[in-house]
């Protein structure tokens, strides 16, 4: 018997059905449209798993990729991308949907495995895995196993707090992922007569900064070497903390690659308290791209499920 595995997000839904050695054989995709009604949503997400179920074959198990913290519990607690959801019971109606038991974890956990079993962390100890995109979260495979902490809320690097020159504290979210990035860029249009390509854009996000950056837009230069310093410092806490043999980085704004990669290179060879934290091979791509929680769900559903 077969795997499904479910990875529900707060703008897309993947699908995808397993073989028992996990070969993924069948995919689907939709949009989640999160905005709408909560039971219109399940009723899609369910819609869509179906679409990969072979006809007349249940599955073995059920992982599931969901957002928000104590995914384990198979609730949807609260996440910023599922607005009014609380207390949500999602693995117990993709139970009951498909007569078989499910699994659940949180996206960037998934992410982590999947990317220690089969991708840029294949075997490494420690692994971490950060996805940096409209936000940052991270996931840690230490000694093979997945460490989530005592409540299941471990690794949340996009938390760790930084004091700016006027006062505030901001988390690195706030300074290195995507939104950020368009934010920043959008703060020095307005501040400064810098001249840049996207001052002709209707819209300013960090995918058209990452975009201008790689065509050379000076502006866009900056503010995605600034990024990179940010989360350069974000990793060098990261490092002190775990000392990990990889740092596995994925997400939308891991595919501006050097661009932002170098400079936080830099700061991690700045500021790390001796050179044997750095190897040079530390910080690595994710491998796995869009199906990354599509196979770690059903690792973690593989994995939860008796022989």
Known sequence: MSILAIDFGGTRTRAAWFSSDLRLLARAETATLAHEAQEAVITRVLATARQVVPAGQTPRA??????????????????????????????????????????????????????????AARGANPAVYLT????????????????????????????????????????LEALASGTAIGRAARDRLAGTGVPSALRSLPAVDGKAVGEAAQRGDALALEVIHEAGRWLGLGLVSVIHLFNPQVIVIGGSVALLGD?????????????????????????????LGDDVCLIGAALYAEGKTPS
């Open 259 to 287: 661009l932002i990669f170098n400079p936080a290179r830099q700061v991690i060879a700045d500021y790390v308290t001796d050179p044997a934290f750095n190897d040079p091979s530390l910080l690595r791509v994710a491998q």
């Open 132 to 171: 940096v995109s409209t936000g940052i979260g991270g996931g840690a495979i230490i000694n093979g196993e997945l460490f989530t902490g005592w409540r299941g809320l471990a690794i949340e690097p996009g938390h760790l707090k930084f004091p700016l020159p006027d006062g505030q504290i901001v988390s």
């Open 62 to 119: 059920v992982g599931i990729c969901a957002p928000g913290p104590q995914a384990y519990t198979g609730l949807i607690l609260h996440a910023p991308t599922l607005p009014g959801w609380h207390k949500v019971p999602l693995a117990q109606r993709v139970s009951a949907a498909f007569n078989a038991p499910a699994y659940m974890e949180n996206d960037a956990n998934l992410a982590a495995l999947a990317e220690y079993h089969q991708g």
